[in-house]
């Protein structure tokens, strides 16, 4: 990762989040505003969503053993399938609230809307910083990056809505604005989901041409052809390769670990970083790129 996330600064991003919520409740109660309750709720799923990030983070670092053979990476991955599912059910409900709201404008008071919405932009920016340094390799991370970013841009859309009501009394604006923000979480949100559900999935990852890096290795003059070919990803950084061998001739076992590390020499240019390859000589009958039978 980009940076190594330390517990203190993670658990004063979960208690400032805690208090942001806190904050929003009371606030919303006085003012009347279902705007910052429904936001202070928000901010709740943010703190309990973070500390799954954390944990995930962490059980992920952990060795392999005889029963999780491959470690616990993909801790991170399920965390941001998690977080990414939320987003998304949070984008689609705060569309439908907006749409409400459109046609149904509620009066508030802005001057404590202001106050509370000021407070609640400075603790999501806050949380923005310190989750970006830690979000630029890890899905998780990024989910629940992405979850104070969606926290901020509502926190300027109630202010935004509370300033332009209380001086020009427009109430739908607030809605336009909101409706604007969850689109583009939505979008965002997306991306992790599938990519997460990929992995979750063992797709080949995007980029990743199983024909092109077949040719590649066609190209040893020993090799008469490859098969049953498995290319997947751990987790963002370890891809996986595993695939049958055919050979021209019956080779010694010596000769065999000579043609496997320039196999795994070419995968390595590709950016897969762990290599299985079962060898044949007249193996498999009737073969495919991903198939043997």
Excluded at 167 to 194: C, M, P, Q, R
Aim: glycine share 6%; with cysteine; charged share 20%.
């Amino acid at each position: 990762m980009g940076a190594e996330i330390d517990l203190a600064g993670f658990t004063f991003v979960v208690i400032l989040n805690l208090g942001i919520t806190l904050a929003e409740l009371i606030g919303g109660i006085i003012a009347g505003s279902l705007a910052l309750i429904s936001d202070s709720a928000h901010n709740f799923s943010d703190a309990l969503s973070l500390i799954l990030s954390y944990v995930a983070e962490r059980v992920s670092k952990k060795p392999k053993n005889y029963r999780k053979t491959f470690g616990y990476k993909r801790a991170n991955i399920i965390a941001a399938f998690f977080n990414s599912s939320t987003l998304l059910v949070i984008g689609g409900l705060l569309t439908m609230e907006a749409i409400r709201r459109f046609f149904e404008p509620v009066s508030i008071n802005t001057n404590v809307v202001l106050v509370v919405g000021t407070i609640g932009l400075i603790a999501n920016l806050l949380s923005m910083i310190m989750l970006k340094k830690w979000s630029k390799e890890s899905l998780n991370i990024r989910s629940a990056y992405l979850h104070m970013l969606m926290d901020s841009l509502s926190s300027i859309a109630v202010l935004i809505g509370a300033v332009v009501i209380k001086i020009y009394g427009l109430k739908f604006l607030d809605s336009v604005v909101t409706i604007l923000i969850a689109l583009y979480v939505v979008k965002e949100a997306i991306e992790i989901f599938n990519a997460s559900l990929s992995i979750l999935m063992e797709s080949t990852p995007a980029g990743f041409d199983v024909e092109n890096i077949s040719s590649q290795l066609l190209r040893n003059p020993v090799i008469k052809d490859i098969h049953h070919i498995h290319i997947w990803a751990l987790d963002e950084r370890n891809i996986l390769f595993e695939g049958h061998v055919n050979l021209k001739e019956d080779v010694k076992l010596s000769d065999a670990m000579r043609i496997y590390n320039e196999i795994k020499s070419e995968l390595e240019k590709f950016g897969i970083n762990h290599v299985t390859i079962q060898f044949e000589f007249n193996g498999c009958k009737d073969t495919g790129l991903i198939s043997c039978s």
